[in-house]
């Protein structure tokens, strides 16, 4: 297959590549932490979703089996996706669609174009899909003269704003009611006048204007949920409807997913159909399921473009533990679970893949070129508290994979003739600690430390890069006399080797 | 039982009483302690910062160390330390294609503890005799939860210590914001993950707050004594080692310190 080179193509400026910020992710989110609307909202959301999703899994019995078993249908995919994806093709095609593939972002946004172009259509109605803002599609098309509507209510509530996706599924959570009633104002032509900001309302609005483009639009774009391999099957589960109206209702549809999407049969629909709803939205099931294959004479689009789209995977499908993260149904739990990216908020990853998800996928899409890039610094958004993983409906094991995607990023740095600071002093740290002598040396210097400590026995103040710590936190005076000396004072007699048992130590001061 | 005692760079360094309160605690409960000569760090700073490399020769040394001395089980005071010790070191060698270092640190592995794994499961005491007469609240630290499994292992022997009064933590199982380098490397979002923490140990009333590690308890007590708060952290082991007798975990001791642990050893008492 000559599709599987899959190195993203060079884009303009990092100000418009959908996977990677202008910023690294510290400064970033420095900004976001001390920003109070942006907390609360995300606060709020995130509470309510992680009680929902907690309460759902909870009353399914067989919960850890489902995991298993998903685990495994997606190991088995990324072991013989090559083959997997030429009979989706094969059937797909059998069934009266046609098939594309797309080696990168650029690919995939010409050939959706060209798709749109020979329609004649300069509108097209979108399905919420993360694979078309991996690619910047609606930019792309823009520049063309085709206006890309989106019609999921949080994804329009970001294009109306001119903004960016802040969440996988809930691409608008960074924001409040009254800031979407003034978003809806100013940039919605039709908005009522009156319009309140009660969600009610706020919807109605939406509805009405989405409807209009609904009925006259000829072509939709989708991503997808799941393709299924041995029949040919699409699937996109969704709550509002919007999704649906986009399926049915316009003479051609172009459906852009990503080659790790597939599943090898119908019946493997049973798992994912269970854990994907209660993960993501903290519901049994979904509002919306809708299935489609190929092309139905008299129901339905007419025409039907399947783009499979690599765009890096392969990079990360090459790569055992890599893969792993190409295993993501893009639930989004493990963002909703993740206390960094409550307190950062999305946009702070600077990809459209935000969370604990987006600090694996992201920087194996784009590949990282050491420190100096600002997606190096993405594995680094975490404490590793493992709430990800446990949260995860198809297992991904992402702290692992941060501690060794870390690994790649300082061994990216390693051709660096002044070496930066913290790889100087890990390098130090390294001599000192694989040696007791030098470690104990070390530990001497601590009586600097109580210098500075002073009467108050504490620190509160240190140079950088220490003052990340003092910052917001005293350290304690170092002791006067660490446990390796205490241990020496107080049992002499312990040399590593067996004691005898009325060993007491007649060092003890009391 | 011949009990190997890890007791981390951390405690060793700026923490002893943490490592001196699981001595004294094993010693009270008949056991023999025993202090590997030489030893340093589990290496676990370096592989969660990515100097992977760098982690080898720490790595290397802890196994040199812990391999040649005699001993039924080691234990260490710390979730995130054992946690490197089972889920790290082995990872490490075998990325540096040292198979054979691998093999021996995983055998350490399978018999090396956290402090409360070693008391519940290993030695099968819940009440290991403790007094500690002060409201308490605890906060699972997250390797022990979530890497280690501990579970409700330290509140077990929490709950049997006389005259306390445990008070539970809202939101107990949300992560410190610690992360080791993290804590450097992002300060904001860590400060942010630790405001919150000491909100909810704020609400119990508590007069401290432990945990079965140094460091979490480090950025935790750190946030309390800058703050003022007049709460303190204090490591479980010595909680657990602190007995009727011994009188040498009185608060009052700690009035120096703010909100740091610091200075068990200013009435130093043995128990044994």
Same mark, same amino acid.
């Given at each position: 297959?000559?599709?599987?080179?899959?190195?993203?193509?060079?884009?303009?400026?990092?100000?418009?590549?959908?996977?990677?910020?202008?910023?690294?992710?510290?400064?970033?989110?420095?900004?976001?932490?001390?920003?109070?609307?942006?907390?609360?909202?995300?606060?709020?959301?995130?509470?309510?979703?992680?009680?929902?999703?907690?309460?759902?899994?909870?009353?399914?019995?067989?919960?850890?089996?489902?995991?298993?078993?998903?685990?495994?249908?997606?190991?088995?995919?990324?072991?013989?996706?090559?083959?997997?994806?030429?009979?989706?093709?094969?059937?797909?095609?059998?069934?009266?669609?046609?098939?594309?593939?797309?080696?990168?972002?650029?690919?995939?946004?010409?050939?959706?174009?060209?798709?749109?172009?020979?329609?004649?259509?300069?509108?097209?109605?979108?399905?919420?899909?993360?694979?078309?803002?991996?690619?910047?599609?609606?930019?792309?098309?823009?520049?063309?003269?085709?206006?890309?509507?989106?019609?999921?209510?949080?994804?329009?509530?970001?294009?109306?704003?001119?903004?960016?996706?802040?969440?996988?599924?809930?691409?608008?959570?960074?924001?409040?009611?009254?800031?979407?009633?003034?978003?809806?104002?100013?940039?919605?032509?039709?908005?009522?006048?009156?319009?309140?900001?009660?969600?009610?309302?706020?919807?109605?609005?939406?509805?009405?204007?989405?409807?209009?483009?609904?009925?006259?639009?000829?072509?939709?774009?989708?991503?997808?949920?799941?393709?299924?391999?041995?029949?040919?099957?699409?699937?996109?589960?969704?709550?509002?409807?919007?999704?649906?109206?986009?399926?049915?209702?316009?003479?051609?549809?172009?459906?852009?997913?990503?080659?790790?999407?597939?599943?090898?049969?119908?019946?493997?629909?049973?798992?994912?159909?269970?854990?994907?709803?209660?993960?993501?939205?903290?519901?049994?099931?979904?509002?919306?399921?809708?299935?489609?294959?190929?092309?139905?004479?008299?129901?339905?689009?007419?025409?039907?473009?399947?783009?499979?789209?690599?765009?890096?995977?392969?990079?990360?499908?090459?790569?055992?533990?890599?893969?792993?993260?190409?295993?993501?149904?893009?639930?989004?739990?493990?963002?909703?679970?993740?206390?960094?990216?409550?307190?950062?908020?999305?946009?702070?990853?600077?990809?459209?893949?935000?969370?604990?998800?987006?600090?694996?996928?992201?920087?194996?899409?784009?590949?990282?070129?050491?420190?100096?890039?600002?997606?190096?610094?993405?594995?680094?958004?975490?404490?590793?508290?493992?709430?990800?993983?446990?949260?995860?409906?198809?297992?991904?094991?992402?702290?692992?994979?941060?501690?060794?995607?870390?690994?790649?990023?300082?061994?990216?740095?390693?051709?660096?003739?002044?070496?930066?600071?913290?790889?100087?002093?890990?390098?130090?740290?390294?001599?000192?600690?694989?040696?007791?002598?030098?470690?104990?040396?070390?530990?001497?210097?601590?009586?600097?430390?109580?210098?500075?400590?002073?009467?108050?026995?504490?620190?509160?103040?240190?140079?950088?890069?220490?003052?990340?710590?003092?910052?917001?936190?005293?350290?304690?005076?170092?002791?006067?006399?660490?446990?390796?000396?205490?241990?020496?004072?107080?049992?002499?007699?312990?040399?590593?080797?067996?004691?005898?048992?009325?060993?007491?130590?007649?060092?003890?001061?009391? | 039982?011949?009990?190997?005692?890890?007791?981390?760079?951390?405690?060793?360094?700026?923490?002893?009483?943490?490592?001196?309160?699981?001595?004294?605690?094993?010693?009270?409960?008949?056991?023999? &302690?025993?202090? =590997?000569?030489?030893?340093? @760090? *589990? /290496?676990?700073?370096?592989?969660?910062?990515?100097?992977?490399? $760098?982690?080898?020769?720490?790595?290397?040394?802890?196994?040199?160390?812990?391999?040649?001395?005699?001993?039924?089980?080691?234990?260490?005071?710390?979730?995130?330390?054992?946690?490197?010790?089972?889920?790290?070191?082995?990872?490490?060698?075998?990325?540096?294609?040292?198979?054979?270092?691998?093999?021996?640190?995983?055998?350490?592995?399978?018999?090396?503890?956290?402090?409360?794994?070693?008391?519940?499961?290993?030695?099968?005491?819940?009440?290991?005799?403790?007094?500690?007469?002060?409201?308490?609240?605890?906060?699972?630290?997250?390797?022990?939860?979530?890497?280690?499994?501990?579970?409700?292992?330290?509140?077990?022997?929490?709950?049997?210590?006389?005259?306390?009064?445990? &008070?539970?933590? =809202?939101?107990?199982?949300? @992560? *410190? /914001?610690?992360?080791?380098?993290?804590?450097?490397?992002?300060? $904001?979002?860590?400060?942010?993950?630790?405001?919150?923490?000491?909100?909810?140990?704020?609400?119990?009333?508590?007069?401290?707050?432990?945990?079965?590690?140094?460091?979490?308890?480090?950025?935790?007590?750190?946030?309390?004594?800058?703050?003022?708060?007049?709460?303190?952290?204090?490591?479980?082991?010595?909680?657990?080692?602190?007995?009727?007798?011994?009188?040498?975990?009185?608060?009052?001791?700690?009035?120096?310190?703010?909100?740091?642990?610091?200075?068990?050893?200013?009435?130093?008492?043995?128990?044994?």
């Amino acid at each position: 297959m000559s599709t599987f080179l899959g190195v993203p193509g060079a884009r303009p400026s990092a100000a418009d590549n959908p996977l990677r910020g202008d910023r690294p992710f510290p400064v970033a989110a420095r900004e976001a932490v001390g920003n109070t609307q942006l907390r609360r909202n995300l606060g709020r959301a995130l509470s309510t979703i992680r009680a929902k999703r907690a309460a759902v899994v909870a009353e399914v019995p067989d919960w850890e089996a489902l995991r298993d078993t998903a685990s495994a249908v997606k190991a088995d995919v990324m072991a013989r996706l090559p083959e997997l994806l030429e009979q989706l093709e094969r059937n797909v095609t059998a069934r009266g669609g046609t098939v594309h593939w797309a080696d990168d972002a650029e690919e995939a946004n010409r050939i959706v174009a060209e798709i749109v172009t020979a329609t004649g259509a300069d509108e097209v109605v979108k399905v919420k899909s993360m694979a078309t803002q991996e690619i910047g599609l609606n930019e792309y098309l823009a520049e063309r003269g085709i206006a890309a509507v989106e019609t999921d209510l949080a994804e329009l509530i970001v294009q109306l704003g001119h903004d960016k996706p802040s969440h996988i599924l809930v691409p608008a959570i960074h924001r409040g009611r009254a800031e979407i009633r003034e978003i809806f104002l100013r940039e919605m032509s039709d908005a009522p006048t009156d319009l309140t900001d009660e969600p009610r309302v706020l919807a109605m609005a939406a509805r009405a204007h989405l409807r209009r483009k609904f009925l006259s639009a000829r072509v939709a774009v989708s991503g997808a949920n799941f393709a299924i391999a041995d029949t040919g099957t699409l699937a996109v589960v969704e709550s509002e409807g919007n999704g649906r109206m986009c399926l049915t209702l316009p003479d051609t549809l172009i459906t852009v997913m990503g080659i790790e999407k597939l599943l090898p049969t119908f019946s493997d629909l049973e798992v994912f159909l269970q854990i994907l709803p209660r993960s993501s939205t903290g519901e049994r099931m979904n509002p919306y399921t809708s299935l489609w294959t190929g092309v139905t004479p008299g129901d339905g689009p007419q025409e039907f473009h399947l783009v499979l789209l690599d765009n890096g995977r392969t990079n990360a499908l090459a790569d055992e533990l890599g893969r792993t993260a190409l295993h993501c149904i893009r639930c989004s739990a493990c963002l909703n679970v993740c206390p960094v990216y409550e307190r950062a908020g999305g946009h702070a990853y600077g990809s459209v893949y935000p969370g604990p998800i987006g600090a694996v996928l992201t920087p194996q899409l784009t590949g990282m070129s050491g420190h100096g890039d600002v997606n190096s610094t993405l594995p680094y958004a975490s404490t590793l508290c493992g709430a990800c993983f446990d949260a995860c409906p198809v297992k991904i094991d992402i702290p692992t994979m941060l501690v060794e995607l870390r690994g790649r990023a300082v061994d990216a740095d390693r051709d660096r003739t002044i070496p930066g600071g913290w790889a100087a002093a890990m390098k130090a740290a390294s001599w000192v600690m694989s040696n007791e002598k030098r470690f104990a040396a070390a530990e001497s210097l601590s009586k600097a430390g109580r210098v500075v400590a002073g009467k108050k026995g504490r620190i509160s103040s240190l140079p950088f890069p220490l003052s990340g710590w003092t910052t917001s936190r005293d350290l304690p005076a170092p002791p006067t006399q660490t446990f390796r000396s205490w241990w020496k004072e107080n049992r002499p007699d312990d040399l590593g080797v067996p004691l005898p048992t009325s060993a007491e130590d007649p060092g003890d001061p009391s | 039982m011949k009990i190997a005692l890890m007791a981390t760079c951390l405690a060793d360094a700026m923490f002893p009483q943490a490592a001196i309160a699981t001595v004294r605690l094993l010693e009270r409960l008949g056991h023999r &302690v025993t202090f =590997p000569p030489g030893q340093t @760090c *589990c /290496g676990q700073m370096h592989v969660n910062t990515g100097y992977l490399d $760098e982690a080898v020769p720490v790595v290397q040394h802890y196994v040199d160390v812990f391999d040649a001395a005699d001993f039924d089980v080691a234990v260490a005071p710390s979730g995130s330390c054992v946690g490197s010790v089972r889920h790290q070191q082995a990872m490490v060698a075998r990325r540096a294609g040292d198979t054979r270092l691998a093999a021996r640190a995983t055998a350490l592995a399978d018999r090396t503890y956290e402090l409360s794994e070693l008391l519940v499961d290993v030695l099968g005491v819940t009440d290991v005799g403790a007094y500690y007469p002060h409201r308490v609240t605890y906060h699972p630290t997250c390797h022990s939860l979530r890497m280690l499994r501990v579970g409700d292992k330290p509140l077990q022997l929490l709950r049997k210590v006389a005259g306390i009064d445990l &008070v539970e933590l =809202p939101n107990a199982e949300s @992560c *410190c /914001g610690f992360g080791g380098t993290f804590a450097l490397k992002n300060p $904001e979002v860590s400060t942010a993950m630790m405001a919150d923490k000491i909100s909810d140990v704020l609400s119990t009333r508590a007069e401290i707050c432990t945990a079965g590690d140094s460091s979490c308890l480090m950025h935790i007590g750190g946030g309390l004594s800058r703050l003022r708060t007049g709460v303190r952290t204090l490591h479980l082991a010595e909680i657990l080692a602190s007995t009727i007798d011994s009188g040498a975990f009185d608060a009052s001791d700690m009035s120096a310190t703010g909100g740091l642990g610091t200075s068990v050893e200013a009435s130093p008492k043995r128990s044994a």
